[in-house]
C-alpha cells in the first residue's frame, strides 16, 4: 500500500519516548529481567516484563511479585497486564506505578490460550465492548496520575466472523489509551498460518493513536515492510528474537537510517544485510545470556532458565545432537563453558533460517473456548469473570 515515505525513527507513548520503534513482546518464561537486559544491550526498544495478573498482584500473590523484578540498568519499567475485572486492573495499575515505579502499563487483549479465554480473558475480552471500555477507563485514571502511559495489545478478533479489532481501536483512542498494539491473526489461528498484515493497515486508518504491528516479523527486514505497508508507529516484535537477540540491533540500523529497507536488502540480497554473527559470536550471546541470569536467579536456576533457550541458538548451526543434549542440560557456568567451547566459532550464520518462522505454531483452534453466553451479548458491561490470581501464559 505505500503508505508512508519515511519510516518512523521513535516511539512516542504519552510521556514515554523510546529512540527506536520496536517493542520487545511480553513471552511467559521467556522475558525476565536477564533477556530484556540482553536485548537492549544490542539496541534500543521498550522491553516489556512478563505478563502478570491484575488479581495476582493485587492480592499480594507470591509468584507474581517474584516477575516484578527489574535489571539496574532498566531506564523505562515496561508491564503487561492481565486482567477481566476493572476494580481489579485498576488496582493493580496503581500498585505498578506506585509501588515498582512502572513507567508504561501494557493489558493484554489477545492472549489465545484456552484455560485464558474460558474464562472471557484475552483476545475473548474485546468481543465485550463495554467490558473492554469499563477496563480501559480504570487502567487509564489510575495511571495517569502518575503520568503514565497505558497502551493494549489485541488480536483481530475470535475468528473470521467474530472480527473486533476495529471497535477494539475507537474504544481505545476514546477512553484514553496511548496505543494499540495489533496481531494479524485471530483467536482461532493462535500462531499458526499468516499474520493479516491488512488489518494493521486498516486499524492505521481507522484511528488516530498510534498502531503497532504484530505478526511475522523474524527479520529486520519484515518490520520495515510492515511499517511501510501499513503506516503503523512501529513494530511489536515477539518470537522472532527466540536466541536471537541480535535483532534488535538489526532493528535499530533499519529505523535509523534512511531508507531502511534498501539498507537492509530482501532475503535473497543477503550481501546488503547487516553482516550475520558466526557461531562464536552466537556462542559469546549464550554465553552473556546464562551469565545475566545467573546474576538474577542464582547460578543454579540461571542455568536450568538458560536450558530452552540452547534449540533456539543453535538452530541451523552444526553442533552434534551428544552436545546438544549436553547443552540442554547444563548445571553450572563452568558446565557451559567447557561445552561451549566444543562449538565451532568459526561456522557461518545458515542463511536458510532467514526469514523462517521460530517458536510456537502449531494449528488453528477447532473451537475458540468461551464462557457459556459469551457470544450472546457484545456489551458486556458490567459482566464480570473470574479471574485466576496466579500467573497465566500466552500473549
Not at 127 to 156: C, F, H, N, Q
Not at 302 to 313: A, D, I, L, Q, S
Amino acid at each position: 500500500m505505500g503508505r508512508m515515505s519515511a519510516l518512523p525513527t521513535e516511539l512516542v507513548l504519552g510521556s514515554v519516548r523510546v529512540d527506536t520503534p520496536v517493542v520487545l513482546a511480553p513471552m511467559a518464561g521467556i522475558t525476565n529481567a536477564a533477556y530484556r537486559r540482553l536485548c537492549a544491550e544490542q539496541g534500543a526498544g521498550l522491553y516489556v516484563c512478563e505478563m502478570i495478573t491484575s488479581r495476582g498482584l493485587v492480592e499480594g500473590d507470591e509468584t507474581t511479585k517474584k516477575m516484578l523484578v527489574f535489571d539496574e540498568l532498566e531506564s523505562i519499567r515496561s508491564v503487561q497486564l492481565y486482567g477481566t475485572d476493572p476494580v481489579y486492573v485498576g488496582k493493580a495499575v496503581e500498585i505498578l506505578c506506585g509501588e515498582y515505579g512502572v513507567a508504561h502499563v501494557d493489558l493484554n487483549f489477545g492472549c489465545p490460550v484456552p484455560k485464558v479465554t474460558r474464562k472471557g480473558g484475552g483476545g475473548a475480552l474485546p468481543w465485550k465492548r463495554g467490558l473492554l471500555a469499563e477496563i480501559l477507563i480504570s487502567a487509564v485514571a489510575a495511571a495517569s496520575a502518575y503520568d503514565v502511559p497505558v497502551t493494549m495489545k489485541t488480536r483481530k478478533g475470535l475468528d473470521d466472523d467474530h472480527l473486533t479489532y476495529l471497535d477494539a481501536g475507537r474504544i481505545a483512542q476514546e477512553t484514553g489509551t496511548a496505543a494499540i498494539a495489533l496481531h494479524g491473526r485471530t483467536v482461532e489461528q493462535a500462531y499458526s498460518g499468516q499474520a493479516d498484515w491488512d488489518a494493521i493497515g486498516e486499524l492505521v486508518a481507522a484511528v488516530d493513536i498510534p498502531v503497532l504491528g504484530n505478526g511475522d516479523i523474524w527479520e529486520a527486514s519484515d518490520a520495515v515492510r510492515m511499517v511501510e505497508q501499513t503506516g503503523a508507529a512501529g513494530v511489536v516484535v515477539g518470537r522472532g528474537c527466540l536466541g536471537r537477540p541480535w535483532l534488535f540491533r538489526d532493528l535499530a540500523a533499519a529505523f535509523a537510517t534512511p531508507g531502511g529497507r534498501s539498507r537492509l536488502g530482501s532475503i535473497q540480497g543477503a550481501e546488503s544485510r547487516p553482516v550475520l554473527p558466526n557461531l562464536g559470536e552466537v556462542r559469546t550471546m549464550m554465553r552473556r545470556h546464562a551469565e545475566l541470569l545467573s546474576e538474577h536467579m542464582g547460578e543454579e536456576r540461571g542455568c536450568k532458565e538458560f536450558r530452552k533457550h540452547v534449540t533456539w541458538y543453535l538452530k541451523g548451526f552444526p553442533a552434534g545432537g551428544e552436545l546438544r543434549r549436553a547443552l540442554a542440560l547444563v548445571d553450572s557456568l563452568a558446565t557451559l563453558d567447557r561445552l561451549l567451547d566444543e562449538l565451532d566459532p568459526e561456522a557461518p550464520f545458515p542463511v536458510g533460517e532467514l526469514g523462517a518462522p521460530r517458536g510456537r505454531q502449531g494449528s488453528p483452534r477447532k473451537r475458540v473456548v468461551l464462557p457459556e453466553g459469551w457470544l450472546d451479548d457484545a456489551d458486556g458491561s458490567g459482566w464480570h469473570v473470574q479471574e485466576d490470581a496466579h500467573e497465566v501464559t500466552g500473549g
